[in-house]
């Protein structure tokens, strides 16, 4: 079983930057790629960003290429999504997901946590 607690989520103003974090348990947590959603209100949840176990390989969205950064860190069981130049239009609930393999379906995921909430004013 795989937990995924996300956090660093807040306010910020068009242009600014926040790091989220994605504290994750489980013995075989450093196996998994891991992945960054999204939902706004009223849409359904996307893709963001994944990455692979190894941390290798990523794959992005691509309106957040060259503003966003994921990294792992496979000790510390966590992943980190590094959000610069901020939008308006990026402001949603970000949830962390977990799969056996790099992809971008929601149903590709295992595991997924409760998600933080990014606003981003303008």
Same mark, same amino acid.
């Given at each position: 079983?795989? +937990?995924?607690?996300?956090?660093?989520?807040?306010?910020?103003?068009?242009?600014?930057?926040?790091?989220?974090?994605?504290?994750?348990?489980? =013995?075989?947590? =450093?196996?998994?790629?891991?992945?960054?959603?999204?939902?706004?209100?009223?849409?359904? =949840?996307?893709?963001?960003?994944?990455?692979?176990?190894?941390?290798?390989?990523?794959?992005?969205? $691509?309106?957040?290429?060259? =503003?966003?950064?994921?990294?792992? $860190?496979?000790?510390?069981?966590?992943?980190?999504? +590094?959000?610069?130049?901020?939008?308006?239009? $990026?402001?949603?609930?970000?949830?962390?997901?977990?799969?056996? +393999?790099?992809?971008?379906?929601? %149903?590709?995921? $295992?595991?997924?946590?409760?998600?933080? +909430?990014?606003?981003? %004013?303008?």
């Amino acid at each position: 079983q795989v +937990q995924l607690v996300e956090s660093g989520g807040g306010l910020v103003q068009a242009g600014g930057s926040l790091r989220l974090s994605c504290a994750a348990s489980g =013995r075989t947590v =450093r196996s998994y790629a891991m992945a960054w959603f999204r939902q706004a209100p009223g849409k359904e =949840r996307e893709f963001v960003v994944a990455i692979s176990w190894s941390g290798g390989n990523t794959y992005y969205v $691509d309106s957040v290429k060259g =503003r966003f950064t994921i990294s792992r $860190d496979n000790a510390k069981k966590t992943v980190y999504l +590094q959000m610069n130049s901020l939008k308006p239009e $990026d402001t949603a609930v970000y949830y962390c997901a977990a799969a056996p +393999q790099i992809a971008t379906m929601t %149903s590709e995921y $295992d595991y997924w946590g409760q998600g933080t +909430q990014v606003t981003v %004013s303008s």
